[in-house]
């Protein structure tokens, strides 16, 4: 795989490099990071890339992104060859030993990361770079065996063992080997929910796996449920907050992978996630607190309908975001507390549970 | 008051005292005899056309001359206590005058003793003001005298400070000089002059400014001026030492004898007034660079009180064309101009009196005007009654007539605008624009604009804007100008300027505008703004916006300019690391990395350009 990346790297430059002898401008092509460049295939389940491409041909305009995405390219290839790693922070700090071609800040460098991983069609950490965000905690009926760093040897984890506390997500799932007796997993947005939930062991009354997200999951806690629900063929069901953030960037990340680097998603998206709450009609059935949708609720909920292949594709999610809208409000998880702190233990999840064919899809 | 003072007299057949009396135009022929002014054009003399827009036969009115002709019995008004009518609400028991008593009083006013009260109508209003103002009319006269008599002007201009709040100003020009006879009178007499009754392009209008100015020194250090004059190699020098007598209105000579004067031919005007010296805008300084840019046939030498001589060489050797002086335009004409012209005109149907009086009026026109008016044309101009001039009056605008002649307007030129522009700014792009000639209320007139910019200019100020009628430079009441309303009204911001709402554009940037016509329209006596008629706005805006034109192409060319030269230098940083970042991942050598960077550079900039 690192010889593959170090040959492929050569090729480009090779390529650029004779463009140039011969008077020509050296082009590059990438992938469009976007979501007009994706499709939703219900079969697959996951987003797929179409075959829209950006061409960068080295201009006047270019030739400052152009020096930089070689000099990425570059520093990919020192980082394979090693057999080292720098996380994004980090490839950011090399920049500024580039002198003009320096970033600034390090999205910038993020944008640049993002697109020599599209033009490769390869995920980052073959790259030599590593993200440096944790990727999500779980708790529950699972034992995850993992290597000893040191000996090799295999090293099992009972995440039933962390007391109040909960077993970190490493950055690299795809060694890990699991056990469990579980039914399903139950995926949680918000820490503070999945908190109650640890503090009052519920997934030994659910006999379930309980996954904090906290937000956006990364890839890397994709990729672990990815393969806990395959290897375990157990369901997945999704908790999070009744806006349209929870259910268009949260929910749907998790479901079929982002527009951003979508040449990755076959592997990084849980096709079999379905959502449990909170729906638009658990605000309704439940009599939650609400608030109002703001402007920028409006316009995600807009843009998922009119704009997302995903939603599109489910009339029942088309459906529940039109009355989101409709209803003009939102409501988060903890706003089943207004009926007692654990009411989500004691009514709100059984009574959810006892209907998984209900779930949005 | 303005009004009549720049109306005088339309109906004086000859050059002579204008008179302050009401009604009473003309036939003082007591005050002819040898009046026929040096400075005046003998040729014109003859066929003086009624004044540019009449105010008629009724001189000034600043008179007030009811009731003085008898002597009244005097009565001792305050004896007289009249038991009051029962007036509702009103105080009686009040000291009242009557009719009689008040008659004693009222008195005519000497023109010198009204603006002597109201100096600064005439630009005398405060000391800085008054020494810039009276720089300006002695070189207006010199530069007008040195013109009508086809001499390239040379002008030297000392301003000496004799205190802290008094100075001496001198000029000296080497024009045709004074006939001994008429120094007093245009000296020491408001309202005498040759200009005035002529419709010519000249600086000075009124006869007022010189005189006023030695009044103001009179009044501020009670000196006389000093005048010294020559009117050839072969005559005697005369200097004078005059003052006026402000209740009459006439000249005082204190000193009258011949002098040595090593210049051959010439006029030299000194007087002593209390003012102040100041730089920046609004200074003699900059009058006296913006008059050597106005006029670049002249040359200037000044000595001002602090600081350098200033010396300028005349850009040319030509002289303006000679302004043609020309009859009045019917278009411009007012009821009471054309009372007096009827009354007054040697034609002897009325016809020919309009053919004979008027520009651009035909035989054919002259008979429509009439039939138009209801009037006979072959009935006597004399006889017509008043109701029927006001038919005529009101006939003209209904017949077409041809625009008056435009040859009688003399611009500076865009070539000398030009080279003055680069003499005295040192900026980056010059650019100048005349107008073709336009008439506004019969008038004509031509508009020039001139533009520098850049350079050392300061770039975060208002525009300096230079504004100029007849060549003279109008220092103050900017605000108050047409010119100014035209710059403020030009969107500069299409010309690649800043611009405030309403505001003078930002930047650095001199604007030049001259208006040159044989009636400059003034807002006031001291000659500071010109009036905003329509016609002239137009044509301000049209020359405003050709060189603003010009200067925002000159502009966006150059910002092309910078961003190919940004862009270069983009290339030229981000080129190598191309060659670095190669270099590293296919471990090409120096050799091939430098060849990269070339041949990249290379290609980058050849496309760039197309």
Redesign the interface.
């Given at each position: 795989m690192a010889a593959e990346t170090v040959r492929r790297?050569?090729k480009t430059?090779?390529d650029?490099?004779k463009t140039?002898?011969k008077?020509?401008?050296p082009i590059m092509r990438f992938p469009m990071r976007s979501l007009s460049n994706v499709k939703y295939d219900p079969k697959r389940g996951h987003f797929e890339m179409r075959g829209k491409r950006k061409v960068r041909t080295?201009?006047?305009s270019t030739?400052?992104t152009?020096?930089?995405t070689?000099?990425m390219?570059?520093l990919s290839?020192?980082l394979v060859k090693n057999d080292d790693i720098a996380t994004k922070r980090e490839a950011y700090y090399v920049s500024k030993n580039?002198?003009?071609?320096r970033f600034l800040e390090q999205p910038e460098s993020d944008a640049v990361m993002d697109d020599v991983e599209a033009f490769f069609e390869v995920n980052r950490e073959q790259l030599g770079f590593v993200p440096e965000e944790k990727g999500g905690e779980i708790s529950g009926k699972l034992v995850i065996v993992d290597r000893d760093s040191e000996t090799g040897k295999p090293l099992r984890i009972d995440c039933t063992r962390f007391g109040s506390g909960a077993y970190s997500i490493p950055i690299s799932v795809e060694h890990l080997k699991f056990q469990t007796e579980a039914k399903f997993i139950l995926v949680i947005e918000t820490a503070g929910m999945f908190q109650r939930l640890v503090k009052h062991k519920y997934w030994k009354t659910a006999n379930c796996i309980l996954v904090s997200m906290g937000g956006v999951p990364t890839r890397a806690c994709r990729r672990f449920i990815r393969r806990l629900a395959d290897a375990q063929k157990i369901p997945v069901y999704v908790f999070v907050d009744g806006d349209p953030y929870g259910i268009s960037n949260i929910y749907r990340t998790l479901k079929v992978g982002s527009g951003n680097a979508a040449h990755l998603n076959e592997y990084f998206c849980v096709p079999q996630a379905r959502y449990l709450g909170i729906t638009p009609k658990d605000i309704v059935d439940y009599k939650l607190p609400t608030h109002p949708l703001k402007e920028v609720d409006i316009k995600r909920a807009r843009d998922a309908v009119k704009n997302d292949p995903f939603f599109q594709h489910h009339k029942e999610w088309v459906a529940a975001v039109e009355q989101l809208l409709k209803m003009g409000v939102r409501a988060e998880q903890q706003a089943l507390a207004k009926w007692g702190l654990n009411y989500v233990i004691d009514r709100y999840l059984p009574e959810k549970l006892a209907h998984p064919e209900r779930f949005l899809p | 008051m303005k009004k009549e003072s720049s109306e005088f007299s339309a109906g004086a057949l000859r050059k002579k005292t204008v008179q302050m009396d009401l009604f009473q135009a003309g036939r003082r022929d007591e005050h002819s005899p040898g009046v026929s002014a040096a400075r005046a054009r003998s040729g014109n003399g003859k066929s003086a056309a009624p004044g540019k827009s009449g105010g008629g036969a009724s001189a000034a009115r600043i008179a007030v001359k009811k009731a003085a002709q008898s002597t009244p019995v005097p009565i001792e008004v305050d004896a007289v206590e009249e038991p009051a009518p029962k007036a509702k609400g009103r105080a009686p028991a009040r000291k009242r005058e009557t009719a009689e008593s008040m008659a004693r009083r009222q008195r005519e006013i000497s023109v010198a003793e009204f603006f002597q009260k109201n100096r600064h109508l005439l630009g005398f209003d405060n000391p800085a003001k008054a020494l810039l103002t009276a720089t300006k009319e002695a070189v207006d006269n010199s530069l007008d005298a040195c013109e009508e008599a086809g001499i390239l002007p040379k002008l030297d201009i000392v301003i000496e400070e004799l205190s802290e709040d008094r100075f001496r100003l001198s000029i000296t020009d080497n024009g045709p000089g004074i006939v001994r006879a008429q120094i007093p009178k245009i000296f020491g007499k408001l309202l005498y002059g040759s200009k005035f009754h002529v419709l010519r392009q000249s600086r000075g209008q009124q006869g007022i400014g010189i005189s006023a100015a030695g009044m103001y020194s009179q009044l501020t250090t009670g000196q006389p001026l000093r005048i010294t004059s020559r009117t050839g190699a072969r005559k005697p020098a005369h200097f004078f030492e005059i003052q006026i007598d402000t209740a009459r209105n006439e000249p005082k000579v204190l000193t009258d004898r011949e002098v040595e004067w090593d210049v051959e031919h010439g006029t030299r005007v000194e007087m002593d007034l209390a003012g102040s010296y100041k730089k920046g805008r609004r200074s003699v300084d900059d009058y006296v660079v913006q008059t050597a840019l106005a006029n670049p046939h002249a040359e200037v030498h000044y000595r001002p009180p602090k600081g350098e001589v200033w010396d300028r060489e005349r850009l040319t050797a030509q002289l303006p064309r000679e302004p043609q002086a020309i009859r009045p335009h019917p278009h411009g004409v007012e009821l009471g101009a054309l009372i007096a012209m009827m009354r007054e005109t040697r034609g002897r149907t009325l016809k020919g009196a309009l053919q004979a009086d008027f520009s651009r009026v035909s035989d054919k026109v002259a008979e429509e005007i009439s039939k138009a008016a209801g009037i006979n044309p072959e009935s006597r101009p004399r006889s017509l009654k008043l109701a029927q001039v006001e038919a005529l009056f009101r006939a003209i605008p209904k017949v077409k007539i041809m625009n008056p002649p435009t040859s009688c307007v003399v611009p500076i030129g865009e070539e000398l605008i030009l080279e003055g522009l680069k003499q005295t700014v040192k900026a980056d792009f010059f650019t100048s624009a005349t107008r073709p000639p336009s008439v506004y209320r019969g008038n004509p007139f031509v508009v020039e604009v001139g533009l520098a910019y850049g350079g050392e200019l300061p770039a975060e100020e208002l525009v300096d804007l230079w504004r100029f009628a007849n060549r003279v430079p109008l220092q103050y009441q900017q605000s108050a100008c047409a010119i100014t309303r035209a710059v403020t009204g030009t969107d500069w911001k299409h010309y690649a300027l800043q611009q405030g709402k309403g505001a003078l554009p930002t930047g650095p940037l001199v604007l030049f505008v001259h208006m040159a016509s044989v009636w400059v329209p003034f807002t006031s006596e001291s000659k500071e703004a010109v009036a905003a008629y329509p016609e002239i706005l137009k044509e301000l805006r049209l020359g405003l916006q050709e060189c603003g034109r010009r200067l925002g192409s000159f502009l966006r060319h150059r910002r092309r300019l910078e961003d190919a030269e940004k862009?270069n230098s983009?290339?030229r940083?981000?080129?190598p690391?191309?060659g670095?970042?190669?270099k590293?991942?296919?471990h090409?050598s120096d050799k091939e990395e430098a060849?990269?960077v070339a041949?990249?550079t290379?290609?980058?900039e050849r496309?760039?350009k197309i």
């Open positions: 790297i050569d430059a090779s650029i490099h140039i002898l008077q020509d401008k080295l201009t006047v030739v400052k152009f020096a930089q070689l000099r390219m570059a290839k020192e580039w002198d003009e071609a | 862009k983009y290339i940083a981000y080129i690391h191309i670095i970042a190669l590293e991942i296919l090409l060849k990269v041949v990249l290379d290609t980058l496309t760039r």
